[in-house]
């Protein structure tokens, strides 16, 4: 039997800074993909050096709780055209930032397409010249992976006395197709699962699902880089438009260089300083202190 002592213990560490608790987001399999028997895997060798997760079809939101919870809260979706998640760039890295400000994140490992060999990375970059066909592929998958976001924030919302939240103050951002994904979410949602803010970083407007501006006040961040190398630079302009044109307070930042993805690397460029203008926003917005 465990003693008070290392139960006190456990739950110190649980709650000190960058403590990660794994969520899972259904009980059983996730429905929809029932059939899906396919293993989730991480892959770090590849072109772009970074690590990945692929082949998720058992949803997650992973807590990374701040020493001092400020009452907001943040559901982090990286982004890999819905094959891949680049975890730590788009991922885990704005979680620990997010705590370093006091808000609590919960990075979102959603449900992507199959990858078929151990090089998800390039396996994706073969198809990605053809947007078209990539977005037949992604069709079916995109309403689960929204339907995994939807599910996050009501988590998050349910359990807000145990992360010590403002129900109030939930917050979703992406990257690229967490960028998608999070403009999904937003116009697929319901009282119980409508985040309080988003913001979708480099989106890809084509693919998004839903079309129901929220009626609530609920304010948006968008960056990307007008050297984006797919070309989401008007998409992210299409985006604010919407929200400018529904009275929704916006804010968008164009930088001129940073490509695609640039997500939290530092290349001693102007894009190096997005998150903070995400932070002074935040604040702004009366969701940071």
Do not use: C
């Not at 997760?53 to 992973?62: E, G, K, L, Q």
């Not at 620990?96 to 090089?119: E, H, I, M, P, Q």
């Not at 396996?123 to 309403?143: Q, S």
Request: proline residues 5%.
């Amino acid at each position: 039997m465990k003693t008070l002592l290392s139960i006190l213990l456990t739950v110190g560490f649980l709650f000190s800074t960058n403590a990660q608790k794994v969520i899972s987001l259904y009980e059983g399999k996730a429905k929809g993909s029932e059939n899906w028997t396919w293993e989730e895997a991480i892959s770090e060798k590849n072109i772009f050096n970074t690590k990945v997760v692929y082949n998720v079809s058992s949803p997650t939101i992973t807590a990374y709780l701040p020493e001092k919870p400020n009452g907001t809260s943040v559901i982090v979706a990286p982004g890999g055209a819905f094959h891949t998640l680049s975890i730590d760039n788009e991922g885990t890295d704005v979680a620990k930032w997010l705590n370093s400000k006091g808000v609590t994140a919960f990075v979102l490992k959603y449900r992507v397409a199959r990858s078929f060999t151990d090089d998800p990375v390039k396996e994706l970059m073969g198809k990605m010249g053809n947007f078209k066909a990539l977005d037949e592929e992604n069709a079916p998958v995109i309403p689960l992976a929204t339907q995994d976001g939807l599910t996050a924030v009501k988590y998050v919302r349910d359990h807000v006395k145990e992360f010590n939240l403002d129900p109030k103050k939930i917050g979703f951002m992406g990257f690229s197709a967490g960028g998608t994904l999070t403009i999904s979410v937003i116009y697929s949602a319901d009282d119980n699962n409508r985040p309080n803010f988003v913001a979708p970083i480099y989106a890809y407007e084509n693919a998004i699902i839903g079309t129901n501006m929220p009626k609530e006040k609920t304010p948006i961040f968008i960056a990307v880089a007008s050297d984006d190398q797919l070309g989401f630079m008007p998409h992210s302009i299409n985006i604010y438009r919407k929200w400018f044109d529904a009275k929704q307070p916006a804010e968008l930042h164009i930088y001129e260089k940073g490509g695609h993805g640039f997500g939290m690397r530092k290349t001693g460029i102007s894009t190096d300083g997005w998150i903070d203008n995400f932070g002074n926003w935040l604040k702004m917005q009366g969701y940071l202190q």
